[in-house]
């Protein structure tokens, strides 16, 4: 027992040693590394210095060229060029880089420069102080393996220094590298109204009706319904543009970038909020429309649920309805000017902006001027892709007919010689039981096929859900004709007595050819089929020849793998006329 007391004694008492060599030895290699920094912080030989607010100029070579900039009560200038939009924070930290220029090495009694690049300096940066003083600095070559420049002092020019690269890459720019750049102009996506791009011999027209919120498309051809989620796509990468490059902020030629005949010009029609004295005027055009954010409307083709009570996202169902409010009290239109606490409103000013766009830049980019600002500036060539490079057919709804089932009035349909008729009928009534004394109208739709109601119109809803939401894979823009009988006609009359008719032609082993007045659609053949199937449900109609038609018809599977290839390589030596 004794024996192991004294074990632990002398392992503790080694222990303790250990310990305190552990610790003694941290501290001198502390205290070694501390003395060699203050060694080095020595050994460094100081090759300039003068504090930033005693320089009163600086002159040093951009673009091969000497540019001098002076202070002028308090503020940098150009000094040949004071009207040159000088970036005051990026020249006060370039000269802050020289409140202190040490050098790693020094070469003393060097008599042949040339191989330091001193003979023809990267760049020479002069130096004036208040006093009138000057200090020129030769910065030689980089040694790039070190990242250091050879420089000279103009004071003593037997010794080279060696310095850090650091201290003079804010002198290694370009000139407007050293301008106050502006900011593309900020739009609210939801204002814009309309965008016209003319490229070339092309252009398009976007145009947002003010009534149903919808796009149309137009060229020189005519007009007709735009896609809305590609116009919306468009639209929203406006609040994104950003300028690249900063060119020139005074053009006085415009064919230098190429803007006296631009490549392509692009005009947005937007609003803008603007702020003013309650008793002041301003000139312009003052927008009378709802100021608070438009939502661009789309004409989503929703599946038709049993109820729906607004006319946007319809309800085929047999209890089909709408709902309308007519309380005295139920706003729908906003002020456009709002006073405040500070006699300030606000309103919406009708603005418009054009950018031209000129020849390519170095920046992967295009030169672009907005609203002959003379401020020349570059913008991606991905930004521009979203505006230019387009025609009307890139914006095609390519919905092969949609219309509301509350605007439908009747339906006829031909498939193998039978027709059949459905047709809409809608019963109001008015409710006046709600607490704020407000009427509601519900308008309820029922269906008859072929002169009898059904009782269900889940068949019907079904069917005209797949109908009205057909959408085609491409629109030919060629001659289309086929001298086939098609397989499948639909004729739609609204409530205003127009009718649209929809015929499907079999186009090749994928696709329907759905023609719908002068436009033509390729449509998936599986998607054509559970459209028919649908509608034969709805009629009560067999088929006799369904296992002729079944084999004429791609399985869904090869379709689908198909069907972009084919879309793409269309063979239209077929007839109607598209054109």
Known sequence: MKKKSMNLITAVAVLVVLSGAYVGVKTYVAKQEEKENAEEEEEKTQVFSISSEDV?????????????FEKNNDEWVKSDERDFPVDQDKLIEAIGSLNNVEADRVLDNVTDTTEYGLDDPTNTITITDKDGKETVLHVGMENASTSQYYVENG????????????????????????????????????????????????SYTLTKDDNTGLWNIQDQDGSEKADSAKVSSLTSSIASIAYGSFVNYNCKDLSEYGLDKPYGTITINYQEKVEEKSDSSEDGDVSEE??????????DKKDISATDSTEDKDDAS???????????????????S???????????VNREMTILV???????????????SKEIYTISNDTLSVFLGKTKEDFWDMTVSYLSVNNLESLQAEYQGETHVIDVSRETSEDNSGDDSST??????????????????????????????MTGQKRLTEKYENNNKSDFDVELEDVDGEKTKIDYYQYDTNFYAAVVGQKVYLVNKMTVKELIDSYKTLVGQTDSESSDENSDLVSEENATDEESNSADNTDNTNGVDVD
């Open 56 to 68: 009163q100029s600086i002159k040093f070579v951009i673009d091969k060229k000497e540019v001098t």
């Open 318 to 336: 047999a209890v089909d309805s709408t709902k309308e409010d007519t309380s005295a009290t139920d706003s729908t239109e906003e002020d456009t």
């Open 358 to 372: 000129g020849d390519q830049s170095d920046d992967d980019g295009r030169y672009v001027m907005v609203n002959n």
């Open 338 to 348: 709002v006073t405040d606490s500070s006699d300030t409103q606000t309103r919406m």
């Open 440 to 469: 509601t109208s519900t308008t309820t739709l029922s269906y008859q096929l072929d002169g009898t109601e059904l009782d269900d119109s889940t068949p019907f809803t079904t069917f005209y859900n797949k109908l009205i939401n």
């Open 290 to 299: 709802n100021s608070t954010d438009e939502q661009d409307t789309t004409e």
């Open 155 to 202: 004071e003593d020019e037997s010794k080279i220094y060696v310095v850090a690269d650091s201290v003079f890459q804010p002198f290694m720019k370009t000139l407007y590298d050293y301008a106050k750049a502006g900011t593309f102009p900020v739009i609210d996506s939801s204002t814009v109204s309309n965008v016209t791009v003319d490229e070339n011999d092309d």
